[in-house]
């Protein structure tokens, strides 16, 4: 099926099981050199709903033309239908381009959530991946180039928290709501709760023989 952008990177199905929901990055390459980005000048990231039953396209939520930079890589999929997507520059921003945005599905558009500014400088233009927790309200957002994860709660719509982890990527829901597992470079899992009110509660659960890569999947 037609991804209806360039350079589809992330998907997932709808609750109906009749839409695909997918991130295209909007970036240009070529099979001879396929690191080489060719249209930075002119990306088109999207955010599109596609019938899964034929391809056609039922909605794109396309970032303004002074945000087509920001590459849309990664997405989750939280409670009544929201969608959240992690963003990545392309080009230098000096660290304060946002990169976390919720959709409520077609016809919504797209809306940033709020980041503390030094927060936001420490992520260095660079969202690695996004999950929500298992009751879909709490949306965690990791950047390993910044060592911090970010956590919101999207009932409210507020930023709550985040913590200090170096080379974080990957992060999934555990079986409790409020609750996340984040993997690290290094090998170490860790365990994070949080909640409406309070710091986030980290603990480490075990170091693997193992250096994790980007991203985690919770099969619950």
């Known amino acids: 099926l037609p991804s209806h952008g360039i350079g589809p990177h992330d998907m997932a199905l709808s609750k109906d099981r009749e839409t695909l929901i997918v991130a295209n990055g909007g970036i240009e390459t070529h099979p001879d050199a396929p690191r080489v980005k060719l249209n930075l000048d002119r990306m088109r990231p999207s955010l599109a ?10 909605d794109e939520q396309v970032l303004v033309d002074d945000l087509h930079h920001l590459s849309i890589r990664h997405l989750a999929k939280g409670a009544g239908g929201l969608v959240a997507v992690g963003l990545q520059a392309q080009v230098q921003t ?25 927060t936001l400088k ?28 970010v956590f919101w709660d999207t ?6 928290s985040d913590v200090s982890l ?13 609750t996340f597992l984040l993997t690290v470079g290094s090998g170490d899992i860790v365990h994070v709760a949080v909640d409406a009110g309070r710091p986030a509660q980290v603990s480490l659960l075990r170091t693997a023989n193992a250096n ?3 991203h985690l999947i919770a099969m619950l």
């Open 212 to 214: 994790w890569d980007n």
């Open 94 to 118: 000096g660290g304060l381009a946002p990169l976390v945005a919720l959709s409520r599905g077609p016809g919504s558009g797209l809306l940033f959530l709020d980041i503390p500014r030094d």
């Open 122 to 149: 420490r992520m260095n233009g660079y969202c690695g991946s996004v999950a929500f927790d298992i009751s879909g309200r709490f949306l965690a957002a990791t950047s390993p180039r910044g060592g911090v994860t």
């Open 49 to 58: 709903f596609i019938r899964r039953s034929d391809g056609s396209l039922i």
């Open 155 to 160: 009932k409210t719509g507020t930023y709550l």
């Open 166 to 178: 170096a080379d974080c990527c990957g992060v999934a829901p555990t079986r409790a709501p409020g």
